[in-house]
């Protein structure tokens, strides 16, 4: 506990940017709001950051990292982590086993669909373009489930670096743009019904926010839909986050063997260790949510909070972002992100042709 007050000293000179930068980015998200807060926040993080080290490196623009932002350093990497794992934890308030299972026995086929394939494509066309693990992982996942949350909830799991997360931000908000325009006219089109259209902005926009915008062109109907089908598939966070933490604790493990493995026995890593403990909380919340605990007017207020501090953590990595490293990651990412987007939606409509949902 003596540790705590030094702690708070150097950390809050760092906290205090990225809040006052997320309640920034936050007022622009409500003047914009198909834009939102988290990625306004960092652009903005990014500027400040860049502002930092230009500063501190005297005139010698974009050569820092993380570790040149000085007294601001302590709390950026906090806010960046714990805040975000915290928000993580949050977000479980807006869902409850009923709402899984009232909605899950039609749509989760879509929804699985749509996430086998975005995955299978971010590996497979992610080597071909020659993106990294990292960067492939979490604009897969930001693309395949619900962006700025999952690419926040897999970050620290995987251990992404900031420019990595910065990148797939920008990535997954490009592709929401284009959705609030392009998805509407789709779906008149193709002449889907408000019920089909929800579902299709559900499993093929990325971040809430912009499901919201997308489906409210096309309708009420679509709008209740969508959202529905959106906080379903918030759900996947969780068995790809396991599975990406068992497969980096096996990655860790052959790196770096425990003792056990290195006198021959077994060595198994438990199942609690795999688990990160904001997975752990986030179900927590789910349950409170499902038995009442939590009660469901509280829902938006946990949302919103959520929202708030995915915002501030966001703002963190965007200080401590690595221009440097964005240019060497070049224009392959960005294609990624396209081809995935494209092949989600596509991949979206199919399943529900095939399941009998048009």
């Known amino acids: 506990m003596l540790d705590v007050v030094p702690f708070l000293r150097s950390a809050w000179p760092g906290v205090a940017i990225a809040l006052v930068i997320g309640l920034a980015a936050t007022a622009v998200g409500h003047a914009v709001p198909v834009v939102g807060g988290p990625v306004p926040a960092v652009v903005l993080g990014a500027l ?7 500063r501190r490196h005297d005139g010698r623009v974009g050569t820092g990292t993380g570790g040149d932002l000085g007294a601001l350093q302590p709390g950026v990497k906090f806010a960046s982590s714990r805040v975000l794992q915290f928000a993580v934890v949050l977000l479980g308030a807006q869902l409850s086993i009923g709402s899984v299972l009232r909605i899950g026995a039609e749509t989760l086929p879509v929804m699985l669909t749509t996430l086998v394939v975005c995955l299978a494509a971010a590996w497979g066309i992610g080597r071909l373009l020659r993106v990294s693990s990292a960067l492939r992982t979490l604009i897969g996942v930001g693309t395949g489930i619900c962006g700025a949350s999952a690419i926040a ?3 620290p799991v995987i251990g992404a670096v900031s420019a990595d997360v910065a990148y797939a931000m920008s990535t997954i908000f490009l592709c929401n743009i284009a959705a609030v325009f392009v998805f509407p006219l ?4 193709l002449g889907l019904s408000q019920h089909a259209f929800g ?10 926010s912009s499901v919201v915008a997308t489906a409210t062109v096309y309708g009420r109907q679509a709008t209740d839909t969508a959202v529905v089908v959106k906080l379903v598939r918030t759900l996947m ?5 396991v599975g990406l933490a068992g497969l980096e604790a096996r990655r860790t493990s052959r790196e770096q063997p ?3 493995e290195r006198s021959g026995r077994a060595g198994g890593v438990g199942v609690f260790r795999l688990v990160p403990w904001f997975l752990i909380g986030f179900l ?6 499902t038995v009442g605990v939590l009660p469901a007017a509280a829902a ?5 909070a959520a929202t708030f501090l995915i915002t501030v953590a966001l703002a963190a990595i965007g200080v401590s972002t690595d221009f440097g490293a964005l240019r060497r990651a070049g224009f392959r990412p960005m294609l990624l992100g396209i081809a995935l987007w494209v092949l989600v939606a596509g991949t979206s409509l199919g399943a529900q042709a095939v399941f009998g949902l048009l």
């Open 186 to 189: 789709v779906g008149h089109a």
């Open 300 to 304: 938006p207020g946990f949302s919103t």
């Open 237 to 241: 966070i969780i068995p790809i986050v």
């Open 199 to 208: 579902v299709f902005a559900g499993t093929a926009v990325n971040d809430t």
């Open 258 to 260: 425990t003792p056990d």
């Open 284 to 289: 927590v919340v789910v349950l409170l949510r």
């Open 48 to 54: 400040v950051g860049w502002l930092v080290r230009r």
């Open 153 to 155: 909830a897999v970050t």
